[in-house]
C-alpha cells in the first residue's frame, strides 16, 4: 500500500487488539449508528488468535466532521478498494443490521474480482431480496430515538444525554436513509458459505426471514438463533464469538493446504 492508502485504510479500519501473524481476519461491520468500538469485545475475546477488524464508518465519533455515507454500495466500494487483494489469510464478514447489508455487497465485490470471503456471517439482516422493511430516516428526531428504543441498541448513546444525542442524531439519520433506500440487485449467488444470526424475539429479524439468507450462496448455510432481540449479541458477546471462533478454525483448517 501507498502511504495515503494506509492511512485510508487506517482511518476506515480499526485493530484494537495485536494478532498473531497469519491469523484470521475476522472484519466486522457495524449497525446504524455505531461504531468500530462495538466490537471490541469481539478482539477481547478472540485476539490474538483472530485477527479482528472493525469499521469505522463516517460521520461519527472521530470521524464526526466527515459527512456520512448516503449510500451501502457506496461503502462497499469504499472497503472492497481498501482490502488488501495480496493478503492470503482467511478473511471472514461479519455484518450486523445494517453492516449485514454492507458485508453482502462486499461480499459480492469480492467474489466478481476473484476473491471470494472464507464465510460471510450476518446479524440481525433480513435476507437482502425480502420487500423492505418501515422507514424512519425521513421522521422527526422522537421517531428515529423510539425505533432506537425499541430496538434496544445498547451501543446507542444515552437518552437523557443532550449532547450526545445532538452529535449522533445525524449519523443515526443518515444510516437509516442509507438502509431504507437500498435496494437489492439481483446478481449471480455467492460460493461461500454463509451463516444467519437473529435474536429469537428480534422485532424487526424474525427466524424465517433471516432464514431467507439461504438463497444468497451455493456453499453450505446455517442459520443461528439466540435469546435476545435484536442486539442479542451484545449480552450475548461471548457465545456469538465462540461461534465465530468455531467458524474460523474451521475456515482456517479447510484452506490451508497440507504438507507432505
Known amino acids: ?46 485476539a490474538p488468535d483472530v485477527n479482528v477488524l472493525a469499521v469505522q464508518y463516517p460521520g461519527r465519533q472521530d470521524r464526526r466532521a466527515e459527512p456520512a455515507s448516503l449510500s451501502l454500495t457506496e461503502l462497499a ?30 461480499a459480492r465485490r469480492l467474489e466478481a474480482a476473484g476473491r ?7 446479524s440481525a439482516r433480513r435476507g437482502p431480496h425480502l420487500p423492505p422493511g418501515p422507514s424512519f430516516h425521513h421522521l422527526g428526531d422522537a421517531a428515529i430515538l423510539a425505533e432506537v428504543s425499541r430496538l434496544n441498541g445498547t451501543d446507542a448513546p444515552p437518552l437523557e444525554d443532550d449532547g450526545i444525542l445532538r452529535m449522533a442524531l445525524p ?35 424474525p427466524p424465517q426471514d ?9 456453499g453450505p448455510f ?16 461471548t457465545e456469538v ?7 474460523l478454525t474451521r475456515t482456517t483448517t479447510e484452506t490451508t493446504p497440507h504438507r507432505a
Open 222 to 237: 446455517a442459520l443461528s438463533l439466540h435469546p435476545g432481540g435484536h442486539f442479542y449479541l451484545v449480552p450475548r458477546h
Open 241 to 247: 464469538t465462540t461461534e465465530l471462533r468455531t467458524l
Open 171 to 205: 449519523a443515526l439519520r443518515a444510516d437509516f436513509r442509507a438502509v431504507e433506500s437500498h435496494r437489492h440487485t439481483p446478481g449471480p449467488t455467492l460460493t461461500c458459505p454463509v451463516t444467519a444470526m437473529t435474536g429469537t424475539t428480534d422485532p424487526r429479524v
Open 116 to 122: 471470494p470471503p472464507a464465510h460471510l456471517v450476518v
Open 77 to 106: 466500494d469504499v472497503l472492497f478498494r481498501l482490502l488488501d487483494p495480496g493478503d492470503p489469510t482467511p478473511l471472514t464478514l461479519f455484518g450486523h443490521s445494517m453492516g449485514a447489508a454492507v458485508s453482502f455487497e462486499l
Open 210 to 218: 433471516a432464514r431467507a439468507w439461504s438463497t444468497t450462496t451455493e
Open 1 to 46: 500500500m501507498t502511504a495515503t492508502t494506509t492511512a485510508e485504510h487506517d482511518l476506515w479500519i480499526r485493530r484494537f487488539r495485536p494478532a498473531h501473524p497469519g491469523a484470521p481476519r475476522l472484519l466486522c461491520l457495524p449497525h446504524a449508528g455505531g461504531s468500530a468500538g462495538f466490537y471490541l469485545p469481539f478482539a477481547q475475546e478472540l
